[in-house]
């Protein structure tokens, strides 16, 4: 996996969130590598800004899926990347982790 671009998000020259991504060995899958968003700002839609920047970085450098890794009793969390049309990945492609699941969502 490469680095690939950090995005970060202030209110008044604070940090209130950061997303990094990542090229995948295939480069038409991209993984969202870690998000944190300030405990303050949850739940005012910058989740969803941050997703929708991502995928386009990702779309806009040919990448077909964007991946990501979620703890399983993260559910707050898992229902955000649903409802922003991520799917679970089949069990084949699955996290090794049993206390994780991989999320994907098609960008083409």
Do not use: C
């Not at 998000?9 to 060995?25: E, K, P």
């Not at 590598?33 to 300030?38: D, E, H």
């Amino acid at each position: 996996m490469e680095r690939g671009p950090y995005l970060v998000a202030q209110i008044d020259g604070s940090d209130v969130g950061i997303l990094r991504l990542a090229v995948g060995d295939e480069a038409e899958t991209w993984w969202l590598y870690s998000l944190w968003i300030a405990p303050a700002t949850r739940g005012t839609g910058l989740i969803s800004e941050f997703l929708a920047r991502a995928e386009a970085l990702a779309r806009s450098s040919g990448a077909a899926h964007l991946k990501l890794d979620v703890a399983r009793n993260n559910g707050r969390a898992i229902s955000v990347y649903l409802r922003s049309g991520y799917e679970t990945v089949e069990e084949g492609d699955a996290s090794t982790d049993p206390l994780e699941m991989v999320l994907v969502k098609d960008l083409r």
